[in-house]
């Protein structure tokens, strides 16, 4: 290269330049005029009244940088953190979510977009899928967690160790040897990991949607995930997706908690109520900035069957606000109804007029969120130190008997994922499966399966199985026996006590894929990337609970003690050693000979005289009654020298006492 | 077993010379070492500690309760109502479940009602310390109301990631409600309903409403069972729970909300912290509302001390109740137990008087109850049987007590009532709390420790002492009685006959001892046996315990019999010496091993069988000694003979405690049917170390 532009004369090096300014420049200019290729960022927010008398907030942020080689280096709206990320380590796609609480698949529902996406295990969970060579992702993915763990604030640093991430090949998202994913559920989550995933938003929290997100607020949710991704392609460029989903409990008067029975009337809310501000005004920056209601399928269908659904004022409920419009699911089964998605749009809003969404109900309503086909359970059996089991149970939803009367051939399909680490050690062998409490034969139930095993201190044991079940099964259960392991003193993280984490069992059901298509008005005349992602769907997934193992641990607190123990037994073997090694008994006796001779000291004197005294008695008991031996051995003299001895230890204390 | 060098070895290394002088004043120094042993227990209360809150995490009474009262009219109408349903006349034990079911699912909890068989406890040889088999299906029978049905209502910790949970039990008959058992529903629905309105929650909270019409440890210790077990609903689930609903079920329940499986389906939540049990009574009234706290799970097990604590400190600290801890009410009033309280107070007055820095002081009356209270703890310890439900989580490594709450008041005035909800309901609460705090296990505290007093304990390091006193001259009489037999052998043979052939002679002398220990295999081969005799002899229908002890007794002995007559030729020969220290070895090593089992056992053992061991001699030996001290120890011999015999130191307890005319041939297999039905290791003790121990002592005095 040196070489070649040695050899360029400034002539030819003038022509270039005047060479790129004439061709590419056009060139440049018409790609951004373009719709697709300009950097976007569009926020929107759904909220939805869940049945449980709680509300889903969903906020949703995406902003899209075009190919890189069209734009160079310099982002208008993309958080550049980012978009360097994605250059360096070559991510193809790319999930971070930070979640605090659990997701309740039985009441919040689970066949629905939004909880198959936005369901998230507790503590932190991360994948990528690398555009690289395989022997480079290990290192990438290392180089990954640091550099998230700095943008982040938090210890996702911790999944580099390869013993904390398992390399997934069929049974996680898709079919690719390229993926890695980890997870550390006992991360703990807080502001500190908002802040800077608020600063990769263009207007921050200062405006727009992402003004609501009010720190107390949001932390006080019985659920809270918050979430990133990533894909990146060299055709489509780098979008960037930010997604928070909290669980809110709306503050309920006293008044309807009062009232008894089975009809509760749902507590009245707005957006006010719920975050403590209002939205006033969109983020310029943002493209599209609307505000969802969603009803759900079931509360539709009853609020439908009151009086048809086509206001925001029915005899169920008042929205506050004047929605933009409504839009219908387009459902293919008339009679389950269709959900129902109201648009507020907030550009119309300002500090006069701020946008305060929110419902008022009428009439005591109850109604049910659709389930995943199964609802999933995770586990432990067993008790004591030693070993115990793993169980995963599957309880029938009896979601097939709806679209379909059991008929025998049905089948459903569930791909169960599990990293469990090494510490635990799972003898895979021993998996049983039960359907209806009957054990079966594994290869009858289990299509295709991969295990690894884990190899102590090196990698986690991941299992991943695909299981055929009949339709009409009422439940399932799957056990994995295991062997409690034990760690090296250092390898214990901080309050081992507690016991030690097996990150949560993802289990996905590709038969059933939750999209819902809305039969679009003209006045969104705009693609939603909220509504398309809706639509996009994906297939039916659960993640099970975390499961807390206790392991035997070491008593801490006594290194002093193990310490001293130990060195008292080595002086012991080694006095000892040496007694043996050394002496001769030859030489014994020799000396002993020329020691008589001398005259001895004070102190030897009399420990010969009561050693002889003592050798004395050894020989006696067999000959005189034990009385006899213990009168003598507490003969006058050595009375007189105990008491002696007691008596000087008396005045010396009290010596010591007085002075 | 330290053999002695022979005297010929002029010099030996220091710790062999030791060993020898033990071994040679082997009387003497076991005398003292009994006598020690003894004090050392005497003084135990002396020593006791105050416990104190170990664990920082805990942080007892640091949060002002939110209990209020409130909630204590939620727990007056709560009670109201399920006391109404006692007056239904059929099904009501289903109503009351149901009842509890609905409310627990009104304040936002996941309810499921568990359903339990009644199964006889029933003694297995080979059941004893082995785990319970793993896949448990539920029988199906036919009707409910066979069954016993617990509610389970679970709250989830909003922002935990449910990992770890509390348990609270509440005991119920649900066939023959009281008012007292409605009270303690009352309670634990309150501060249930108030647990699932609070932000601070981090552990799941259970609340398990135990049916307890086949005894409360029964359906607390299936429902763990089942928790730790996979449970398939759908086997029972042909009828399933809304099946025992249908009749009573009027409701126009939305037909979506009311899903009849979700009844059944078996909810856990994670690994459970901490239990309590908590229960109201009515049965003795005192100054103040109380709490009496059980603790004793089976096999000597104990919760972790700071469970105690934080309740103790909460209860007496914040909510001004009075806690007590088991006590022997007979041994409060004992004057010989004042005596010694008295002469140690005098005794450690004088010792103040010498020294002012010691501060002993000891109180008499202290003293005594301290006593009572060691001795109870003890007791419960040694007998191996847990002292209330919460024994079944201690089976699974979960820390779990009682607390029996009471009123001052009776259960009818409603002021009093309304006073000692609030109390309990609050201690619930803080106990809860400070688990719930708790980031690790319980591991701070002591696990091994005997009550003095509700605030009093004594380690396992201090009471180790007494034991290790006791047990520390059986190696070396042994040891003694050995040596002395095999030197006496050798200098006869000496004597005797010519240096050149005592080889031979000492070789078969130190083989000597095992003409002896073919004995004491043997009785310990027929003690085996006995103690598996009652599961055959239970396996006749219709007997009462009378017959059943006297049919124990006759096979054991008939046994016995046909035992020594087969082996008669092999058990010749061998010398009262030997035998009684092999017979001590053999003891030694039984009450070492049962000191890791069950620590208060081998404790309360030894202090019979130690004595008995070291004392016994044939009764028809002269020794050589003046004629009164020979005479008390005949005495004494055929004293602890008579008192080691279990069946007979049971009657005289039985004797002492209730009347000497309460007593009954039965009385011990009933004992011992509870012990194994307890899968209590006491039994084993008794059977398999007393019982030979007890068998060759008075084989040895009637040598002649």
């Known amino acids: 290269m040196t070489k070649l532009r040695r050899r360029f004369n400034p002539t030819v090096f003038l022509l270039i330049i005047f060479f790129f300014n004439s061709v590419l420049r056009p060139a440049l200019a018409l790609v951004e005029g373009g719709e697709g290729l300009e950097e976007e960022f569009t926020e929107e927010l759904l909220l939805k009244p869940l049945p449980d008398r709680k509300v889903l907030a969903h906020f949703h942020f995406q902003s899209s940088a075009p190919p890189s080689i069209a734009n160079g280096r310099h982002h208008r709206l993309f958080p550049k953190a980012i978009a360097q990320l994605a250059r360096k380590f070559q991510i193809r796609e790319l999930e971070l979510s930070f979640t605090q609480g659990r997701w309740n698949y039985e009441r919040w529902g689970g066949f629905d977009p939004m909880s198959a996406a936005n369901a998230k295990p507790p503590g932190v969970e991360l994948w990528a899928a690398f555009d690289l060579p395989l022997n480079e992702i290990d290192h990438t993915w290392k180089n990954l967690t640091h550099a998230l763990s700095g943008l982040f604030c938090a210890s996702i640093n911790f999944l580099e160790s390869s013993a904390a991430y398992s390399a997934p090949s069929w049974g996680f998202h898709s079919n690719s040897s390229k993926l890695r994913y980890g997870a550390l559920p006992r991360e703990a989550v807080c502001t500190e990991n908002l802040t800077p995933w608020l600063k990769l938003l263009p207007c921050r929290d200062k405006t727009g949607i992402a003004l609501l997100l009010n720190r107390p607020s949001i932390y006080r949710s019985h659920y809270h995930s918050q979430r990133l991704r990533l894909i990146a392609s060299e055709f489509t460029g780098i979008i960037l997706e930010q997604a928070l989903t909290v669980v809110l409990q709306p503050t309920m008067r006293s008044n309807s908690l009062a009232s008894s029975g089975y009809g509760f009337l749902q507590p009245s809310w707005s957006i006010s109520s719920l975050f403590g501000k209002e939205v006033v005004g969109q983020c310029v920056l943002a493209k599209t900035s609307r505000i969802f209601f969603e009803l759900e399928k079931d509360l539709a269908f009853k609020v439908d069957k009151l009086q048809p659904l086509s206001s925001w004022n029915t005899s169920a409920f008042e929205l506050s606000g004047i929605p933009n419009s409504n839009i219908r699911e387009l459902n293919a089964v008339k009679n389950l109804g269709s959900s129902v998605l109201y648009v507020f749009e907030v550009s119309n809003s300002n500090d006069h007029i701020p946008l305060d969404v929110g419902i008022r109900w009428k009439i005591p309503l109850v109604w049910s969120c659709p389930h995943a086909p199964f609802h999933m359970n995770r586990y432990l059996m067993g008790s004591g130190n030693e070993r115990g089991s793993i169980a995963i149970s599957l309880r029938s939803t009896h979601l097939h008997e709806r679209f379909s009367k059991a008929s025998d051939g049905c089948a459903v399909h569930a791909v169960i994922f599990q990293v469990v680490p090494w510490y635990v050690k799972v003898y895979y062998h021993t998996l049983h499966i039960f359907l209806d409490g009957k054990t079966q034969i594994i290869s009858d139930v289990v299509r295709k399966m991969k295990i690894s095993p884990s190899e102590d201190k090196l990698s986690p044991g991941s299992m991943e199985l695909l299981l055929r079940f009949p339709c009409n099964i009422q439940s399932a259960t799957l056990t994995l026996d295991f062997d409690k392991g034990f760690l090296h003193i250092d390898e214990y993280p901080p309050d081992a006590n507690q016991g030690f984490d097996i990150p949560s069992a993802l289990v996905t059901f590709p038969d059933f894929n939750c999209s819902r298509s809305y039969q679009l008005d003209d006045s969104i005349h705009y693609k939603s990337p909220l509504l398309s992602k809706f639509q996009e769907g994906n297939p039916v997934q659960t993640y099970t609970e975390v499961l807390l193992v206790p392991l035997t641990t070491p008593d801490f607190s006594m290194p002093y003690n193990v310490i001293t123990f130990t060195c008292t037994v080595l002086a012991l073997y080694f006095g000892s050693m040496l007694n043996v090694l050394r002496r001769r008994a030859g030489e014994e006796e020799r000396l002993e000979r020329t020691k008589a001779s001398e005259k001895p000291g004070l102190i030897p004197l009399l420990l010969s005289k009561l050693s002889s005294k003592l050798k004395i008695k050894g020989k006696e008991p067999e000959s005189s009654p034990s009385l006899s031996t213990s009168s003598s051995i507490l003969g006058p003299k050595l009375l007189t020298k105990v008491m002696l001895v007691g008596l000087l230890a008396v005045i010396w204390n009290y010596y010591l006492k007085n002075g | ?704």
């Open chain 2, 1 to 704: 077993m330290e053999e002695q060098k022979p005297p010929a070895a002029r010099k030996s290394r220091l710790i062999v010379r030791l060993g020898s002088f033990l071994v040679s004043h082997s009387a003497f120094v076991s005398v003292i070492c009994c006598v020690a042993g003894c004090i050392a227990l005497l003084l135990l209360p002396v020593l006791a500690k105050n416990t104190y809150v170990s664990e920082n995490a805990l942080m007892p009474g640091s949060a002002n309760p939110m209990f209020s009262n409130q909630d204590v009219l939620e727990a007056n109408r709560f009670v109201k109502d399920i006391y109404e349903k006692r007056i239904l006349k059929d099904g009501s034990g289903m109503e009351i479940a149901r009842l509890i079911g609905k409310h627990m699912e009104d304040v936002g909890a996941e309810v499921y009602y568990h359903k339990f068989k009644y199964r006889n406890l029933r003694f297995h040889p080979l059941c004893f310390f082995s785990s319970t088999p793993r896949t448990a299906v539920l029988q199906n029978s036919s009707a409910c109301t066979l069954n016993g049905v617990s509610p389970v209502g679970i709250i989830r910790a909003p922002r935990g990631d449910g990992k770890e949970s509390v348990v609270l039990v509440t005991p119920y008959n649900s066939e023959n409600i009281k008012l007292n058992e409605a009270l303690s529903l009352g309670l634990a629905y309150s501060v249930f309903s108030l647990l699932s309105r609070v932000v601070w929650l981090a552990k799941d909270i259970v609340w398990l409403a135990a049916d307890s019409r086949y005894g409360e440890y029964t359906s607390v210790a299936s429902w763990l069972k089942d928790y730790h077990n996979p449970t398939f609903s759908s086997d029972s689930g042909k009828i399933g729970i809304e099946m025992c609903f249908e009749k009573t079920e009027n409701h126009v329940e939305d037909e979506s909300s009311f899903d009849g499986a979700a009844y059944d389906d078996f909810k856990r939540a994670g690994t459970m912290a901490a239990a309590l049990v908590v229960k109201v009574t009515d049965k003795e009234r005192s100054e103040r509302d109380r709490v009496d706290i059980y603790a004793e799970a089976s096999n000597g097990q104990m919760p972790n001390l700071d469970l105690i604590n934080i309740v103790h400190y909460l209860a007496v600290h914040r909510q001004g109740l009075h806690v007590r801890v088991g006590t022997f009410g007979f041994l409060l009033n004992s004057a010989l137990l004042k005596h010694v309280g008295k002469t140690l107070q005098r005794l450690t007055r004088l010792a103040e008087s010498l020294n002012p820095g010691w501060k002993l002081g000891v109180n008499s009356a202290d003293f005594v109850e301290g006593t009572a209270t060691l001795a109870s703890s003890m007791y419960y310890q040694a007998l191996g049987v847990p002292t209330g439900p919460h024994g079944a989580f201690r089976d699974f490594q979960i820390d779990a007590i009682t607390m029996e709450l009471s009123p001052r008041t009776s259960l009818t005035n409603d002021n009093g009532i309304s006073s000692f909800l609030l109390r309990g309901g609050r201690l619930i609460e803080g106990v809860i709390r400070s688990v719930n705090n708790l980031l690790e296990k319980f591991h701070q505290s002591f696990f091994l420790y005997f009550l003095t007093a509700p605030n009093k304990f004594v380690s396992v390091g201090v009471y180790m002492i007494a034991f290790a006193l006791l047990v520390a001259p059986l190696p070396m009489v042994a040891a003694a009685l050995f040596s002395s037999t095999a030197n006496a052998r050798s200098l006869t043979a000496v004597s005797n006959s010519k240096p050149t052939n005592s080889k031979p002679v000492t070789r078969s002398g130190s083989w000597n001892w095992l003409h002896s220990a073919k004995l004491v295999f043997l009785v310990h081969l027929w003690a085996l046996i006995v103690s598996l005799l009652p599961y055959f002899i239970s396996q006749v229908p219709r007997t009462n315990s009378t017959t059943n002890m006297l049919s124990w007794s006759l096979s054991s002995l008939l046994i016995l019999y046909l035992l020594t007559r087969l082996t008669k030729s092999y058990v010749e020969g061998y010398q009262w010496e030997v035998l009684k220290s092999v017979m001590i070895a053999a003891a030694s090593i039984g009450l070492s091993l049962m000191s890791i089992i069950n620590f208060s056992t081998a404790q309360v053992g030894s202090i019979l069988l130690v004595p008995m061991c070291l004392m016994v001699r044939p009764l028809k030996q002269p020794i050589q000694v003046p004629f009164f001290p020979a005479a008390l120890l005949k005495i004494l011999n055929i004293l602890l003979a008579v008192v080691a015999f279990p069946p007979a130191s049971l009657a005289i307890l039985k004797g002492c405690l209730r009347g000497f005319e309460s007593i009954n041939i039965g009385d011990f297999w009933e004992w011992s049917e509870f012990l194994w039905v307890w899968n209590s290791a006491t039994y084993l003790f008794v059977a398999l170390v007393h019982l030979p121990c007890w068998y060759l002592c008075v084989h040895i005095l009637l040598h002649n």
